[in-house]
């Protein structure tokens, strides 16, 4: 797990680390903006709903937490997707469906239909869009995958800061239904985004005999053999522990504010300093984590981060005044940006291409039950004892206990695996295709000179895009 996984694709084609890349890379920015941030924009439209249905903030805050629900829970469902009919196909038919669940919630007529239109329709397409997103970003950048791992996840704070704003502006001039019906149509954006997905195209001559083996091979919609990999295993505790305290305190900072005495206006300024910081955090990590000596050691790099995080937390416990919070909004923005800059990053080097959509689908919906585990907690322990300070500490242990487990269980129990060169795993997959082909070890051997000496005296035709809508995966 301390080593970077080789990421050839499973067509056998290298990363271009360029060209179309980047316009991949803008698409996953969009898309990492509008899952993450969305769920958190609708909420300035909350007030309206009380008032328009007779309900509680309570009720209304279900609509966050089911799209939530929905981004993380469905990771198993949008692996199999994937896995069957390709990146691009999933990711524009998700486009549709969050556009459709807001444009259906703008006509509803209770709360229970906006769980069903905002909240699950809408929730099941960002989440149909979001796991493809990354996946097309693993397959066009190696070299540079950290810094496009970092840069796609700087979205998620700009169109926080983007969207809570328009927000609030759609909510003035055309009320919950039109501000809904606007962000619908925005939501199609995802589609634009899904058709720059386009896959790789593998070398003609070389891989067209072994292309039906690859078929026979790869045929699993949900590999669950990931969970063979010890890496993999200790990543999964690691991520869940994590998210149990990850959330909490940005959903509590603001009321820590209020409870302290300050504005409501100054109290949610804490949230802009904290996304402003996080902004610039995530790409400055990713280019710490693509250096030549630091990426090998990513895993600790994500550990540090999550310690970062953790012991932020604990010294925000003990803020007193408004300078406490915003000294701590600040470290908990640059703590928080590591983290989701090196989350998928790390989780890609671990399992590399071929398994990292099942691996991603099955992580995210660990997460998904300790996120709905964590802030509820937080929240009956605020309740029970009143402090805002317990709630911090207990959010900075688990944060800092998941960086221990990370970091120990890399160190003692795979650091002897991971010193092991990869071309014994490689050697087995060819070994494997060869048994599907009924050929011989020494036609094996030449097959993969032949490939490589295809790639040397062609290179600029490595990475070229197949301009029909097949599967990528």
Sequence with gaps: MGAVVADDGPSGVKAPDGGWGWAVLFGCFIITGFSYAFPKAVSVFFKELIREFDIGYSDTAWISSILLAMLYGTGPLCSVCVNRFGCRPVMLVGGLFASVGMVIASFCTSIIQIYLTAGVITGLGLALNFQPSLIMLNRYFDKRRPLANGLSAAGSPVFLCALSPLGQILQHEYGWRGGFLILGGMLLNCCVCGALMRPLEPPKNSEAPKEPAEKKVKKKLLDFSVFKDGGFVIYTLAASIMVLGLFVPPVFVVSYAKDLGYHDTKAAFLLTILGFIDIFARPVCGMVAGLKWVRPRCVYLFSFAMIFNGFTDLMGSMSVDYGGLVVFCVFFGISYGMVGALQFEVLMAIVGTQKFSSAIGLVLLAE??????????????????????????????????SALVLAMGNFFCIKKRSEEPHTKEE?????????????TPEDAKVDSIEVEQFLKDEPEKNGEVVTNPETCV
């Design 368 to 401: 998904a039950m300790a996120v709905l585990i964590g802030p509820p907690s937080a929240g009956k322990l605020l309740d029970a004892t009143g402090r805002y300070m317990f709630v911090f500490i207990i959010a900075g242990i688990e944060v800092t206990t």
């Design 427 to 439: 050697a087995a997959e060819r070994e494997e295709l060869n048994k599907c082909e009924d050929k």
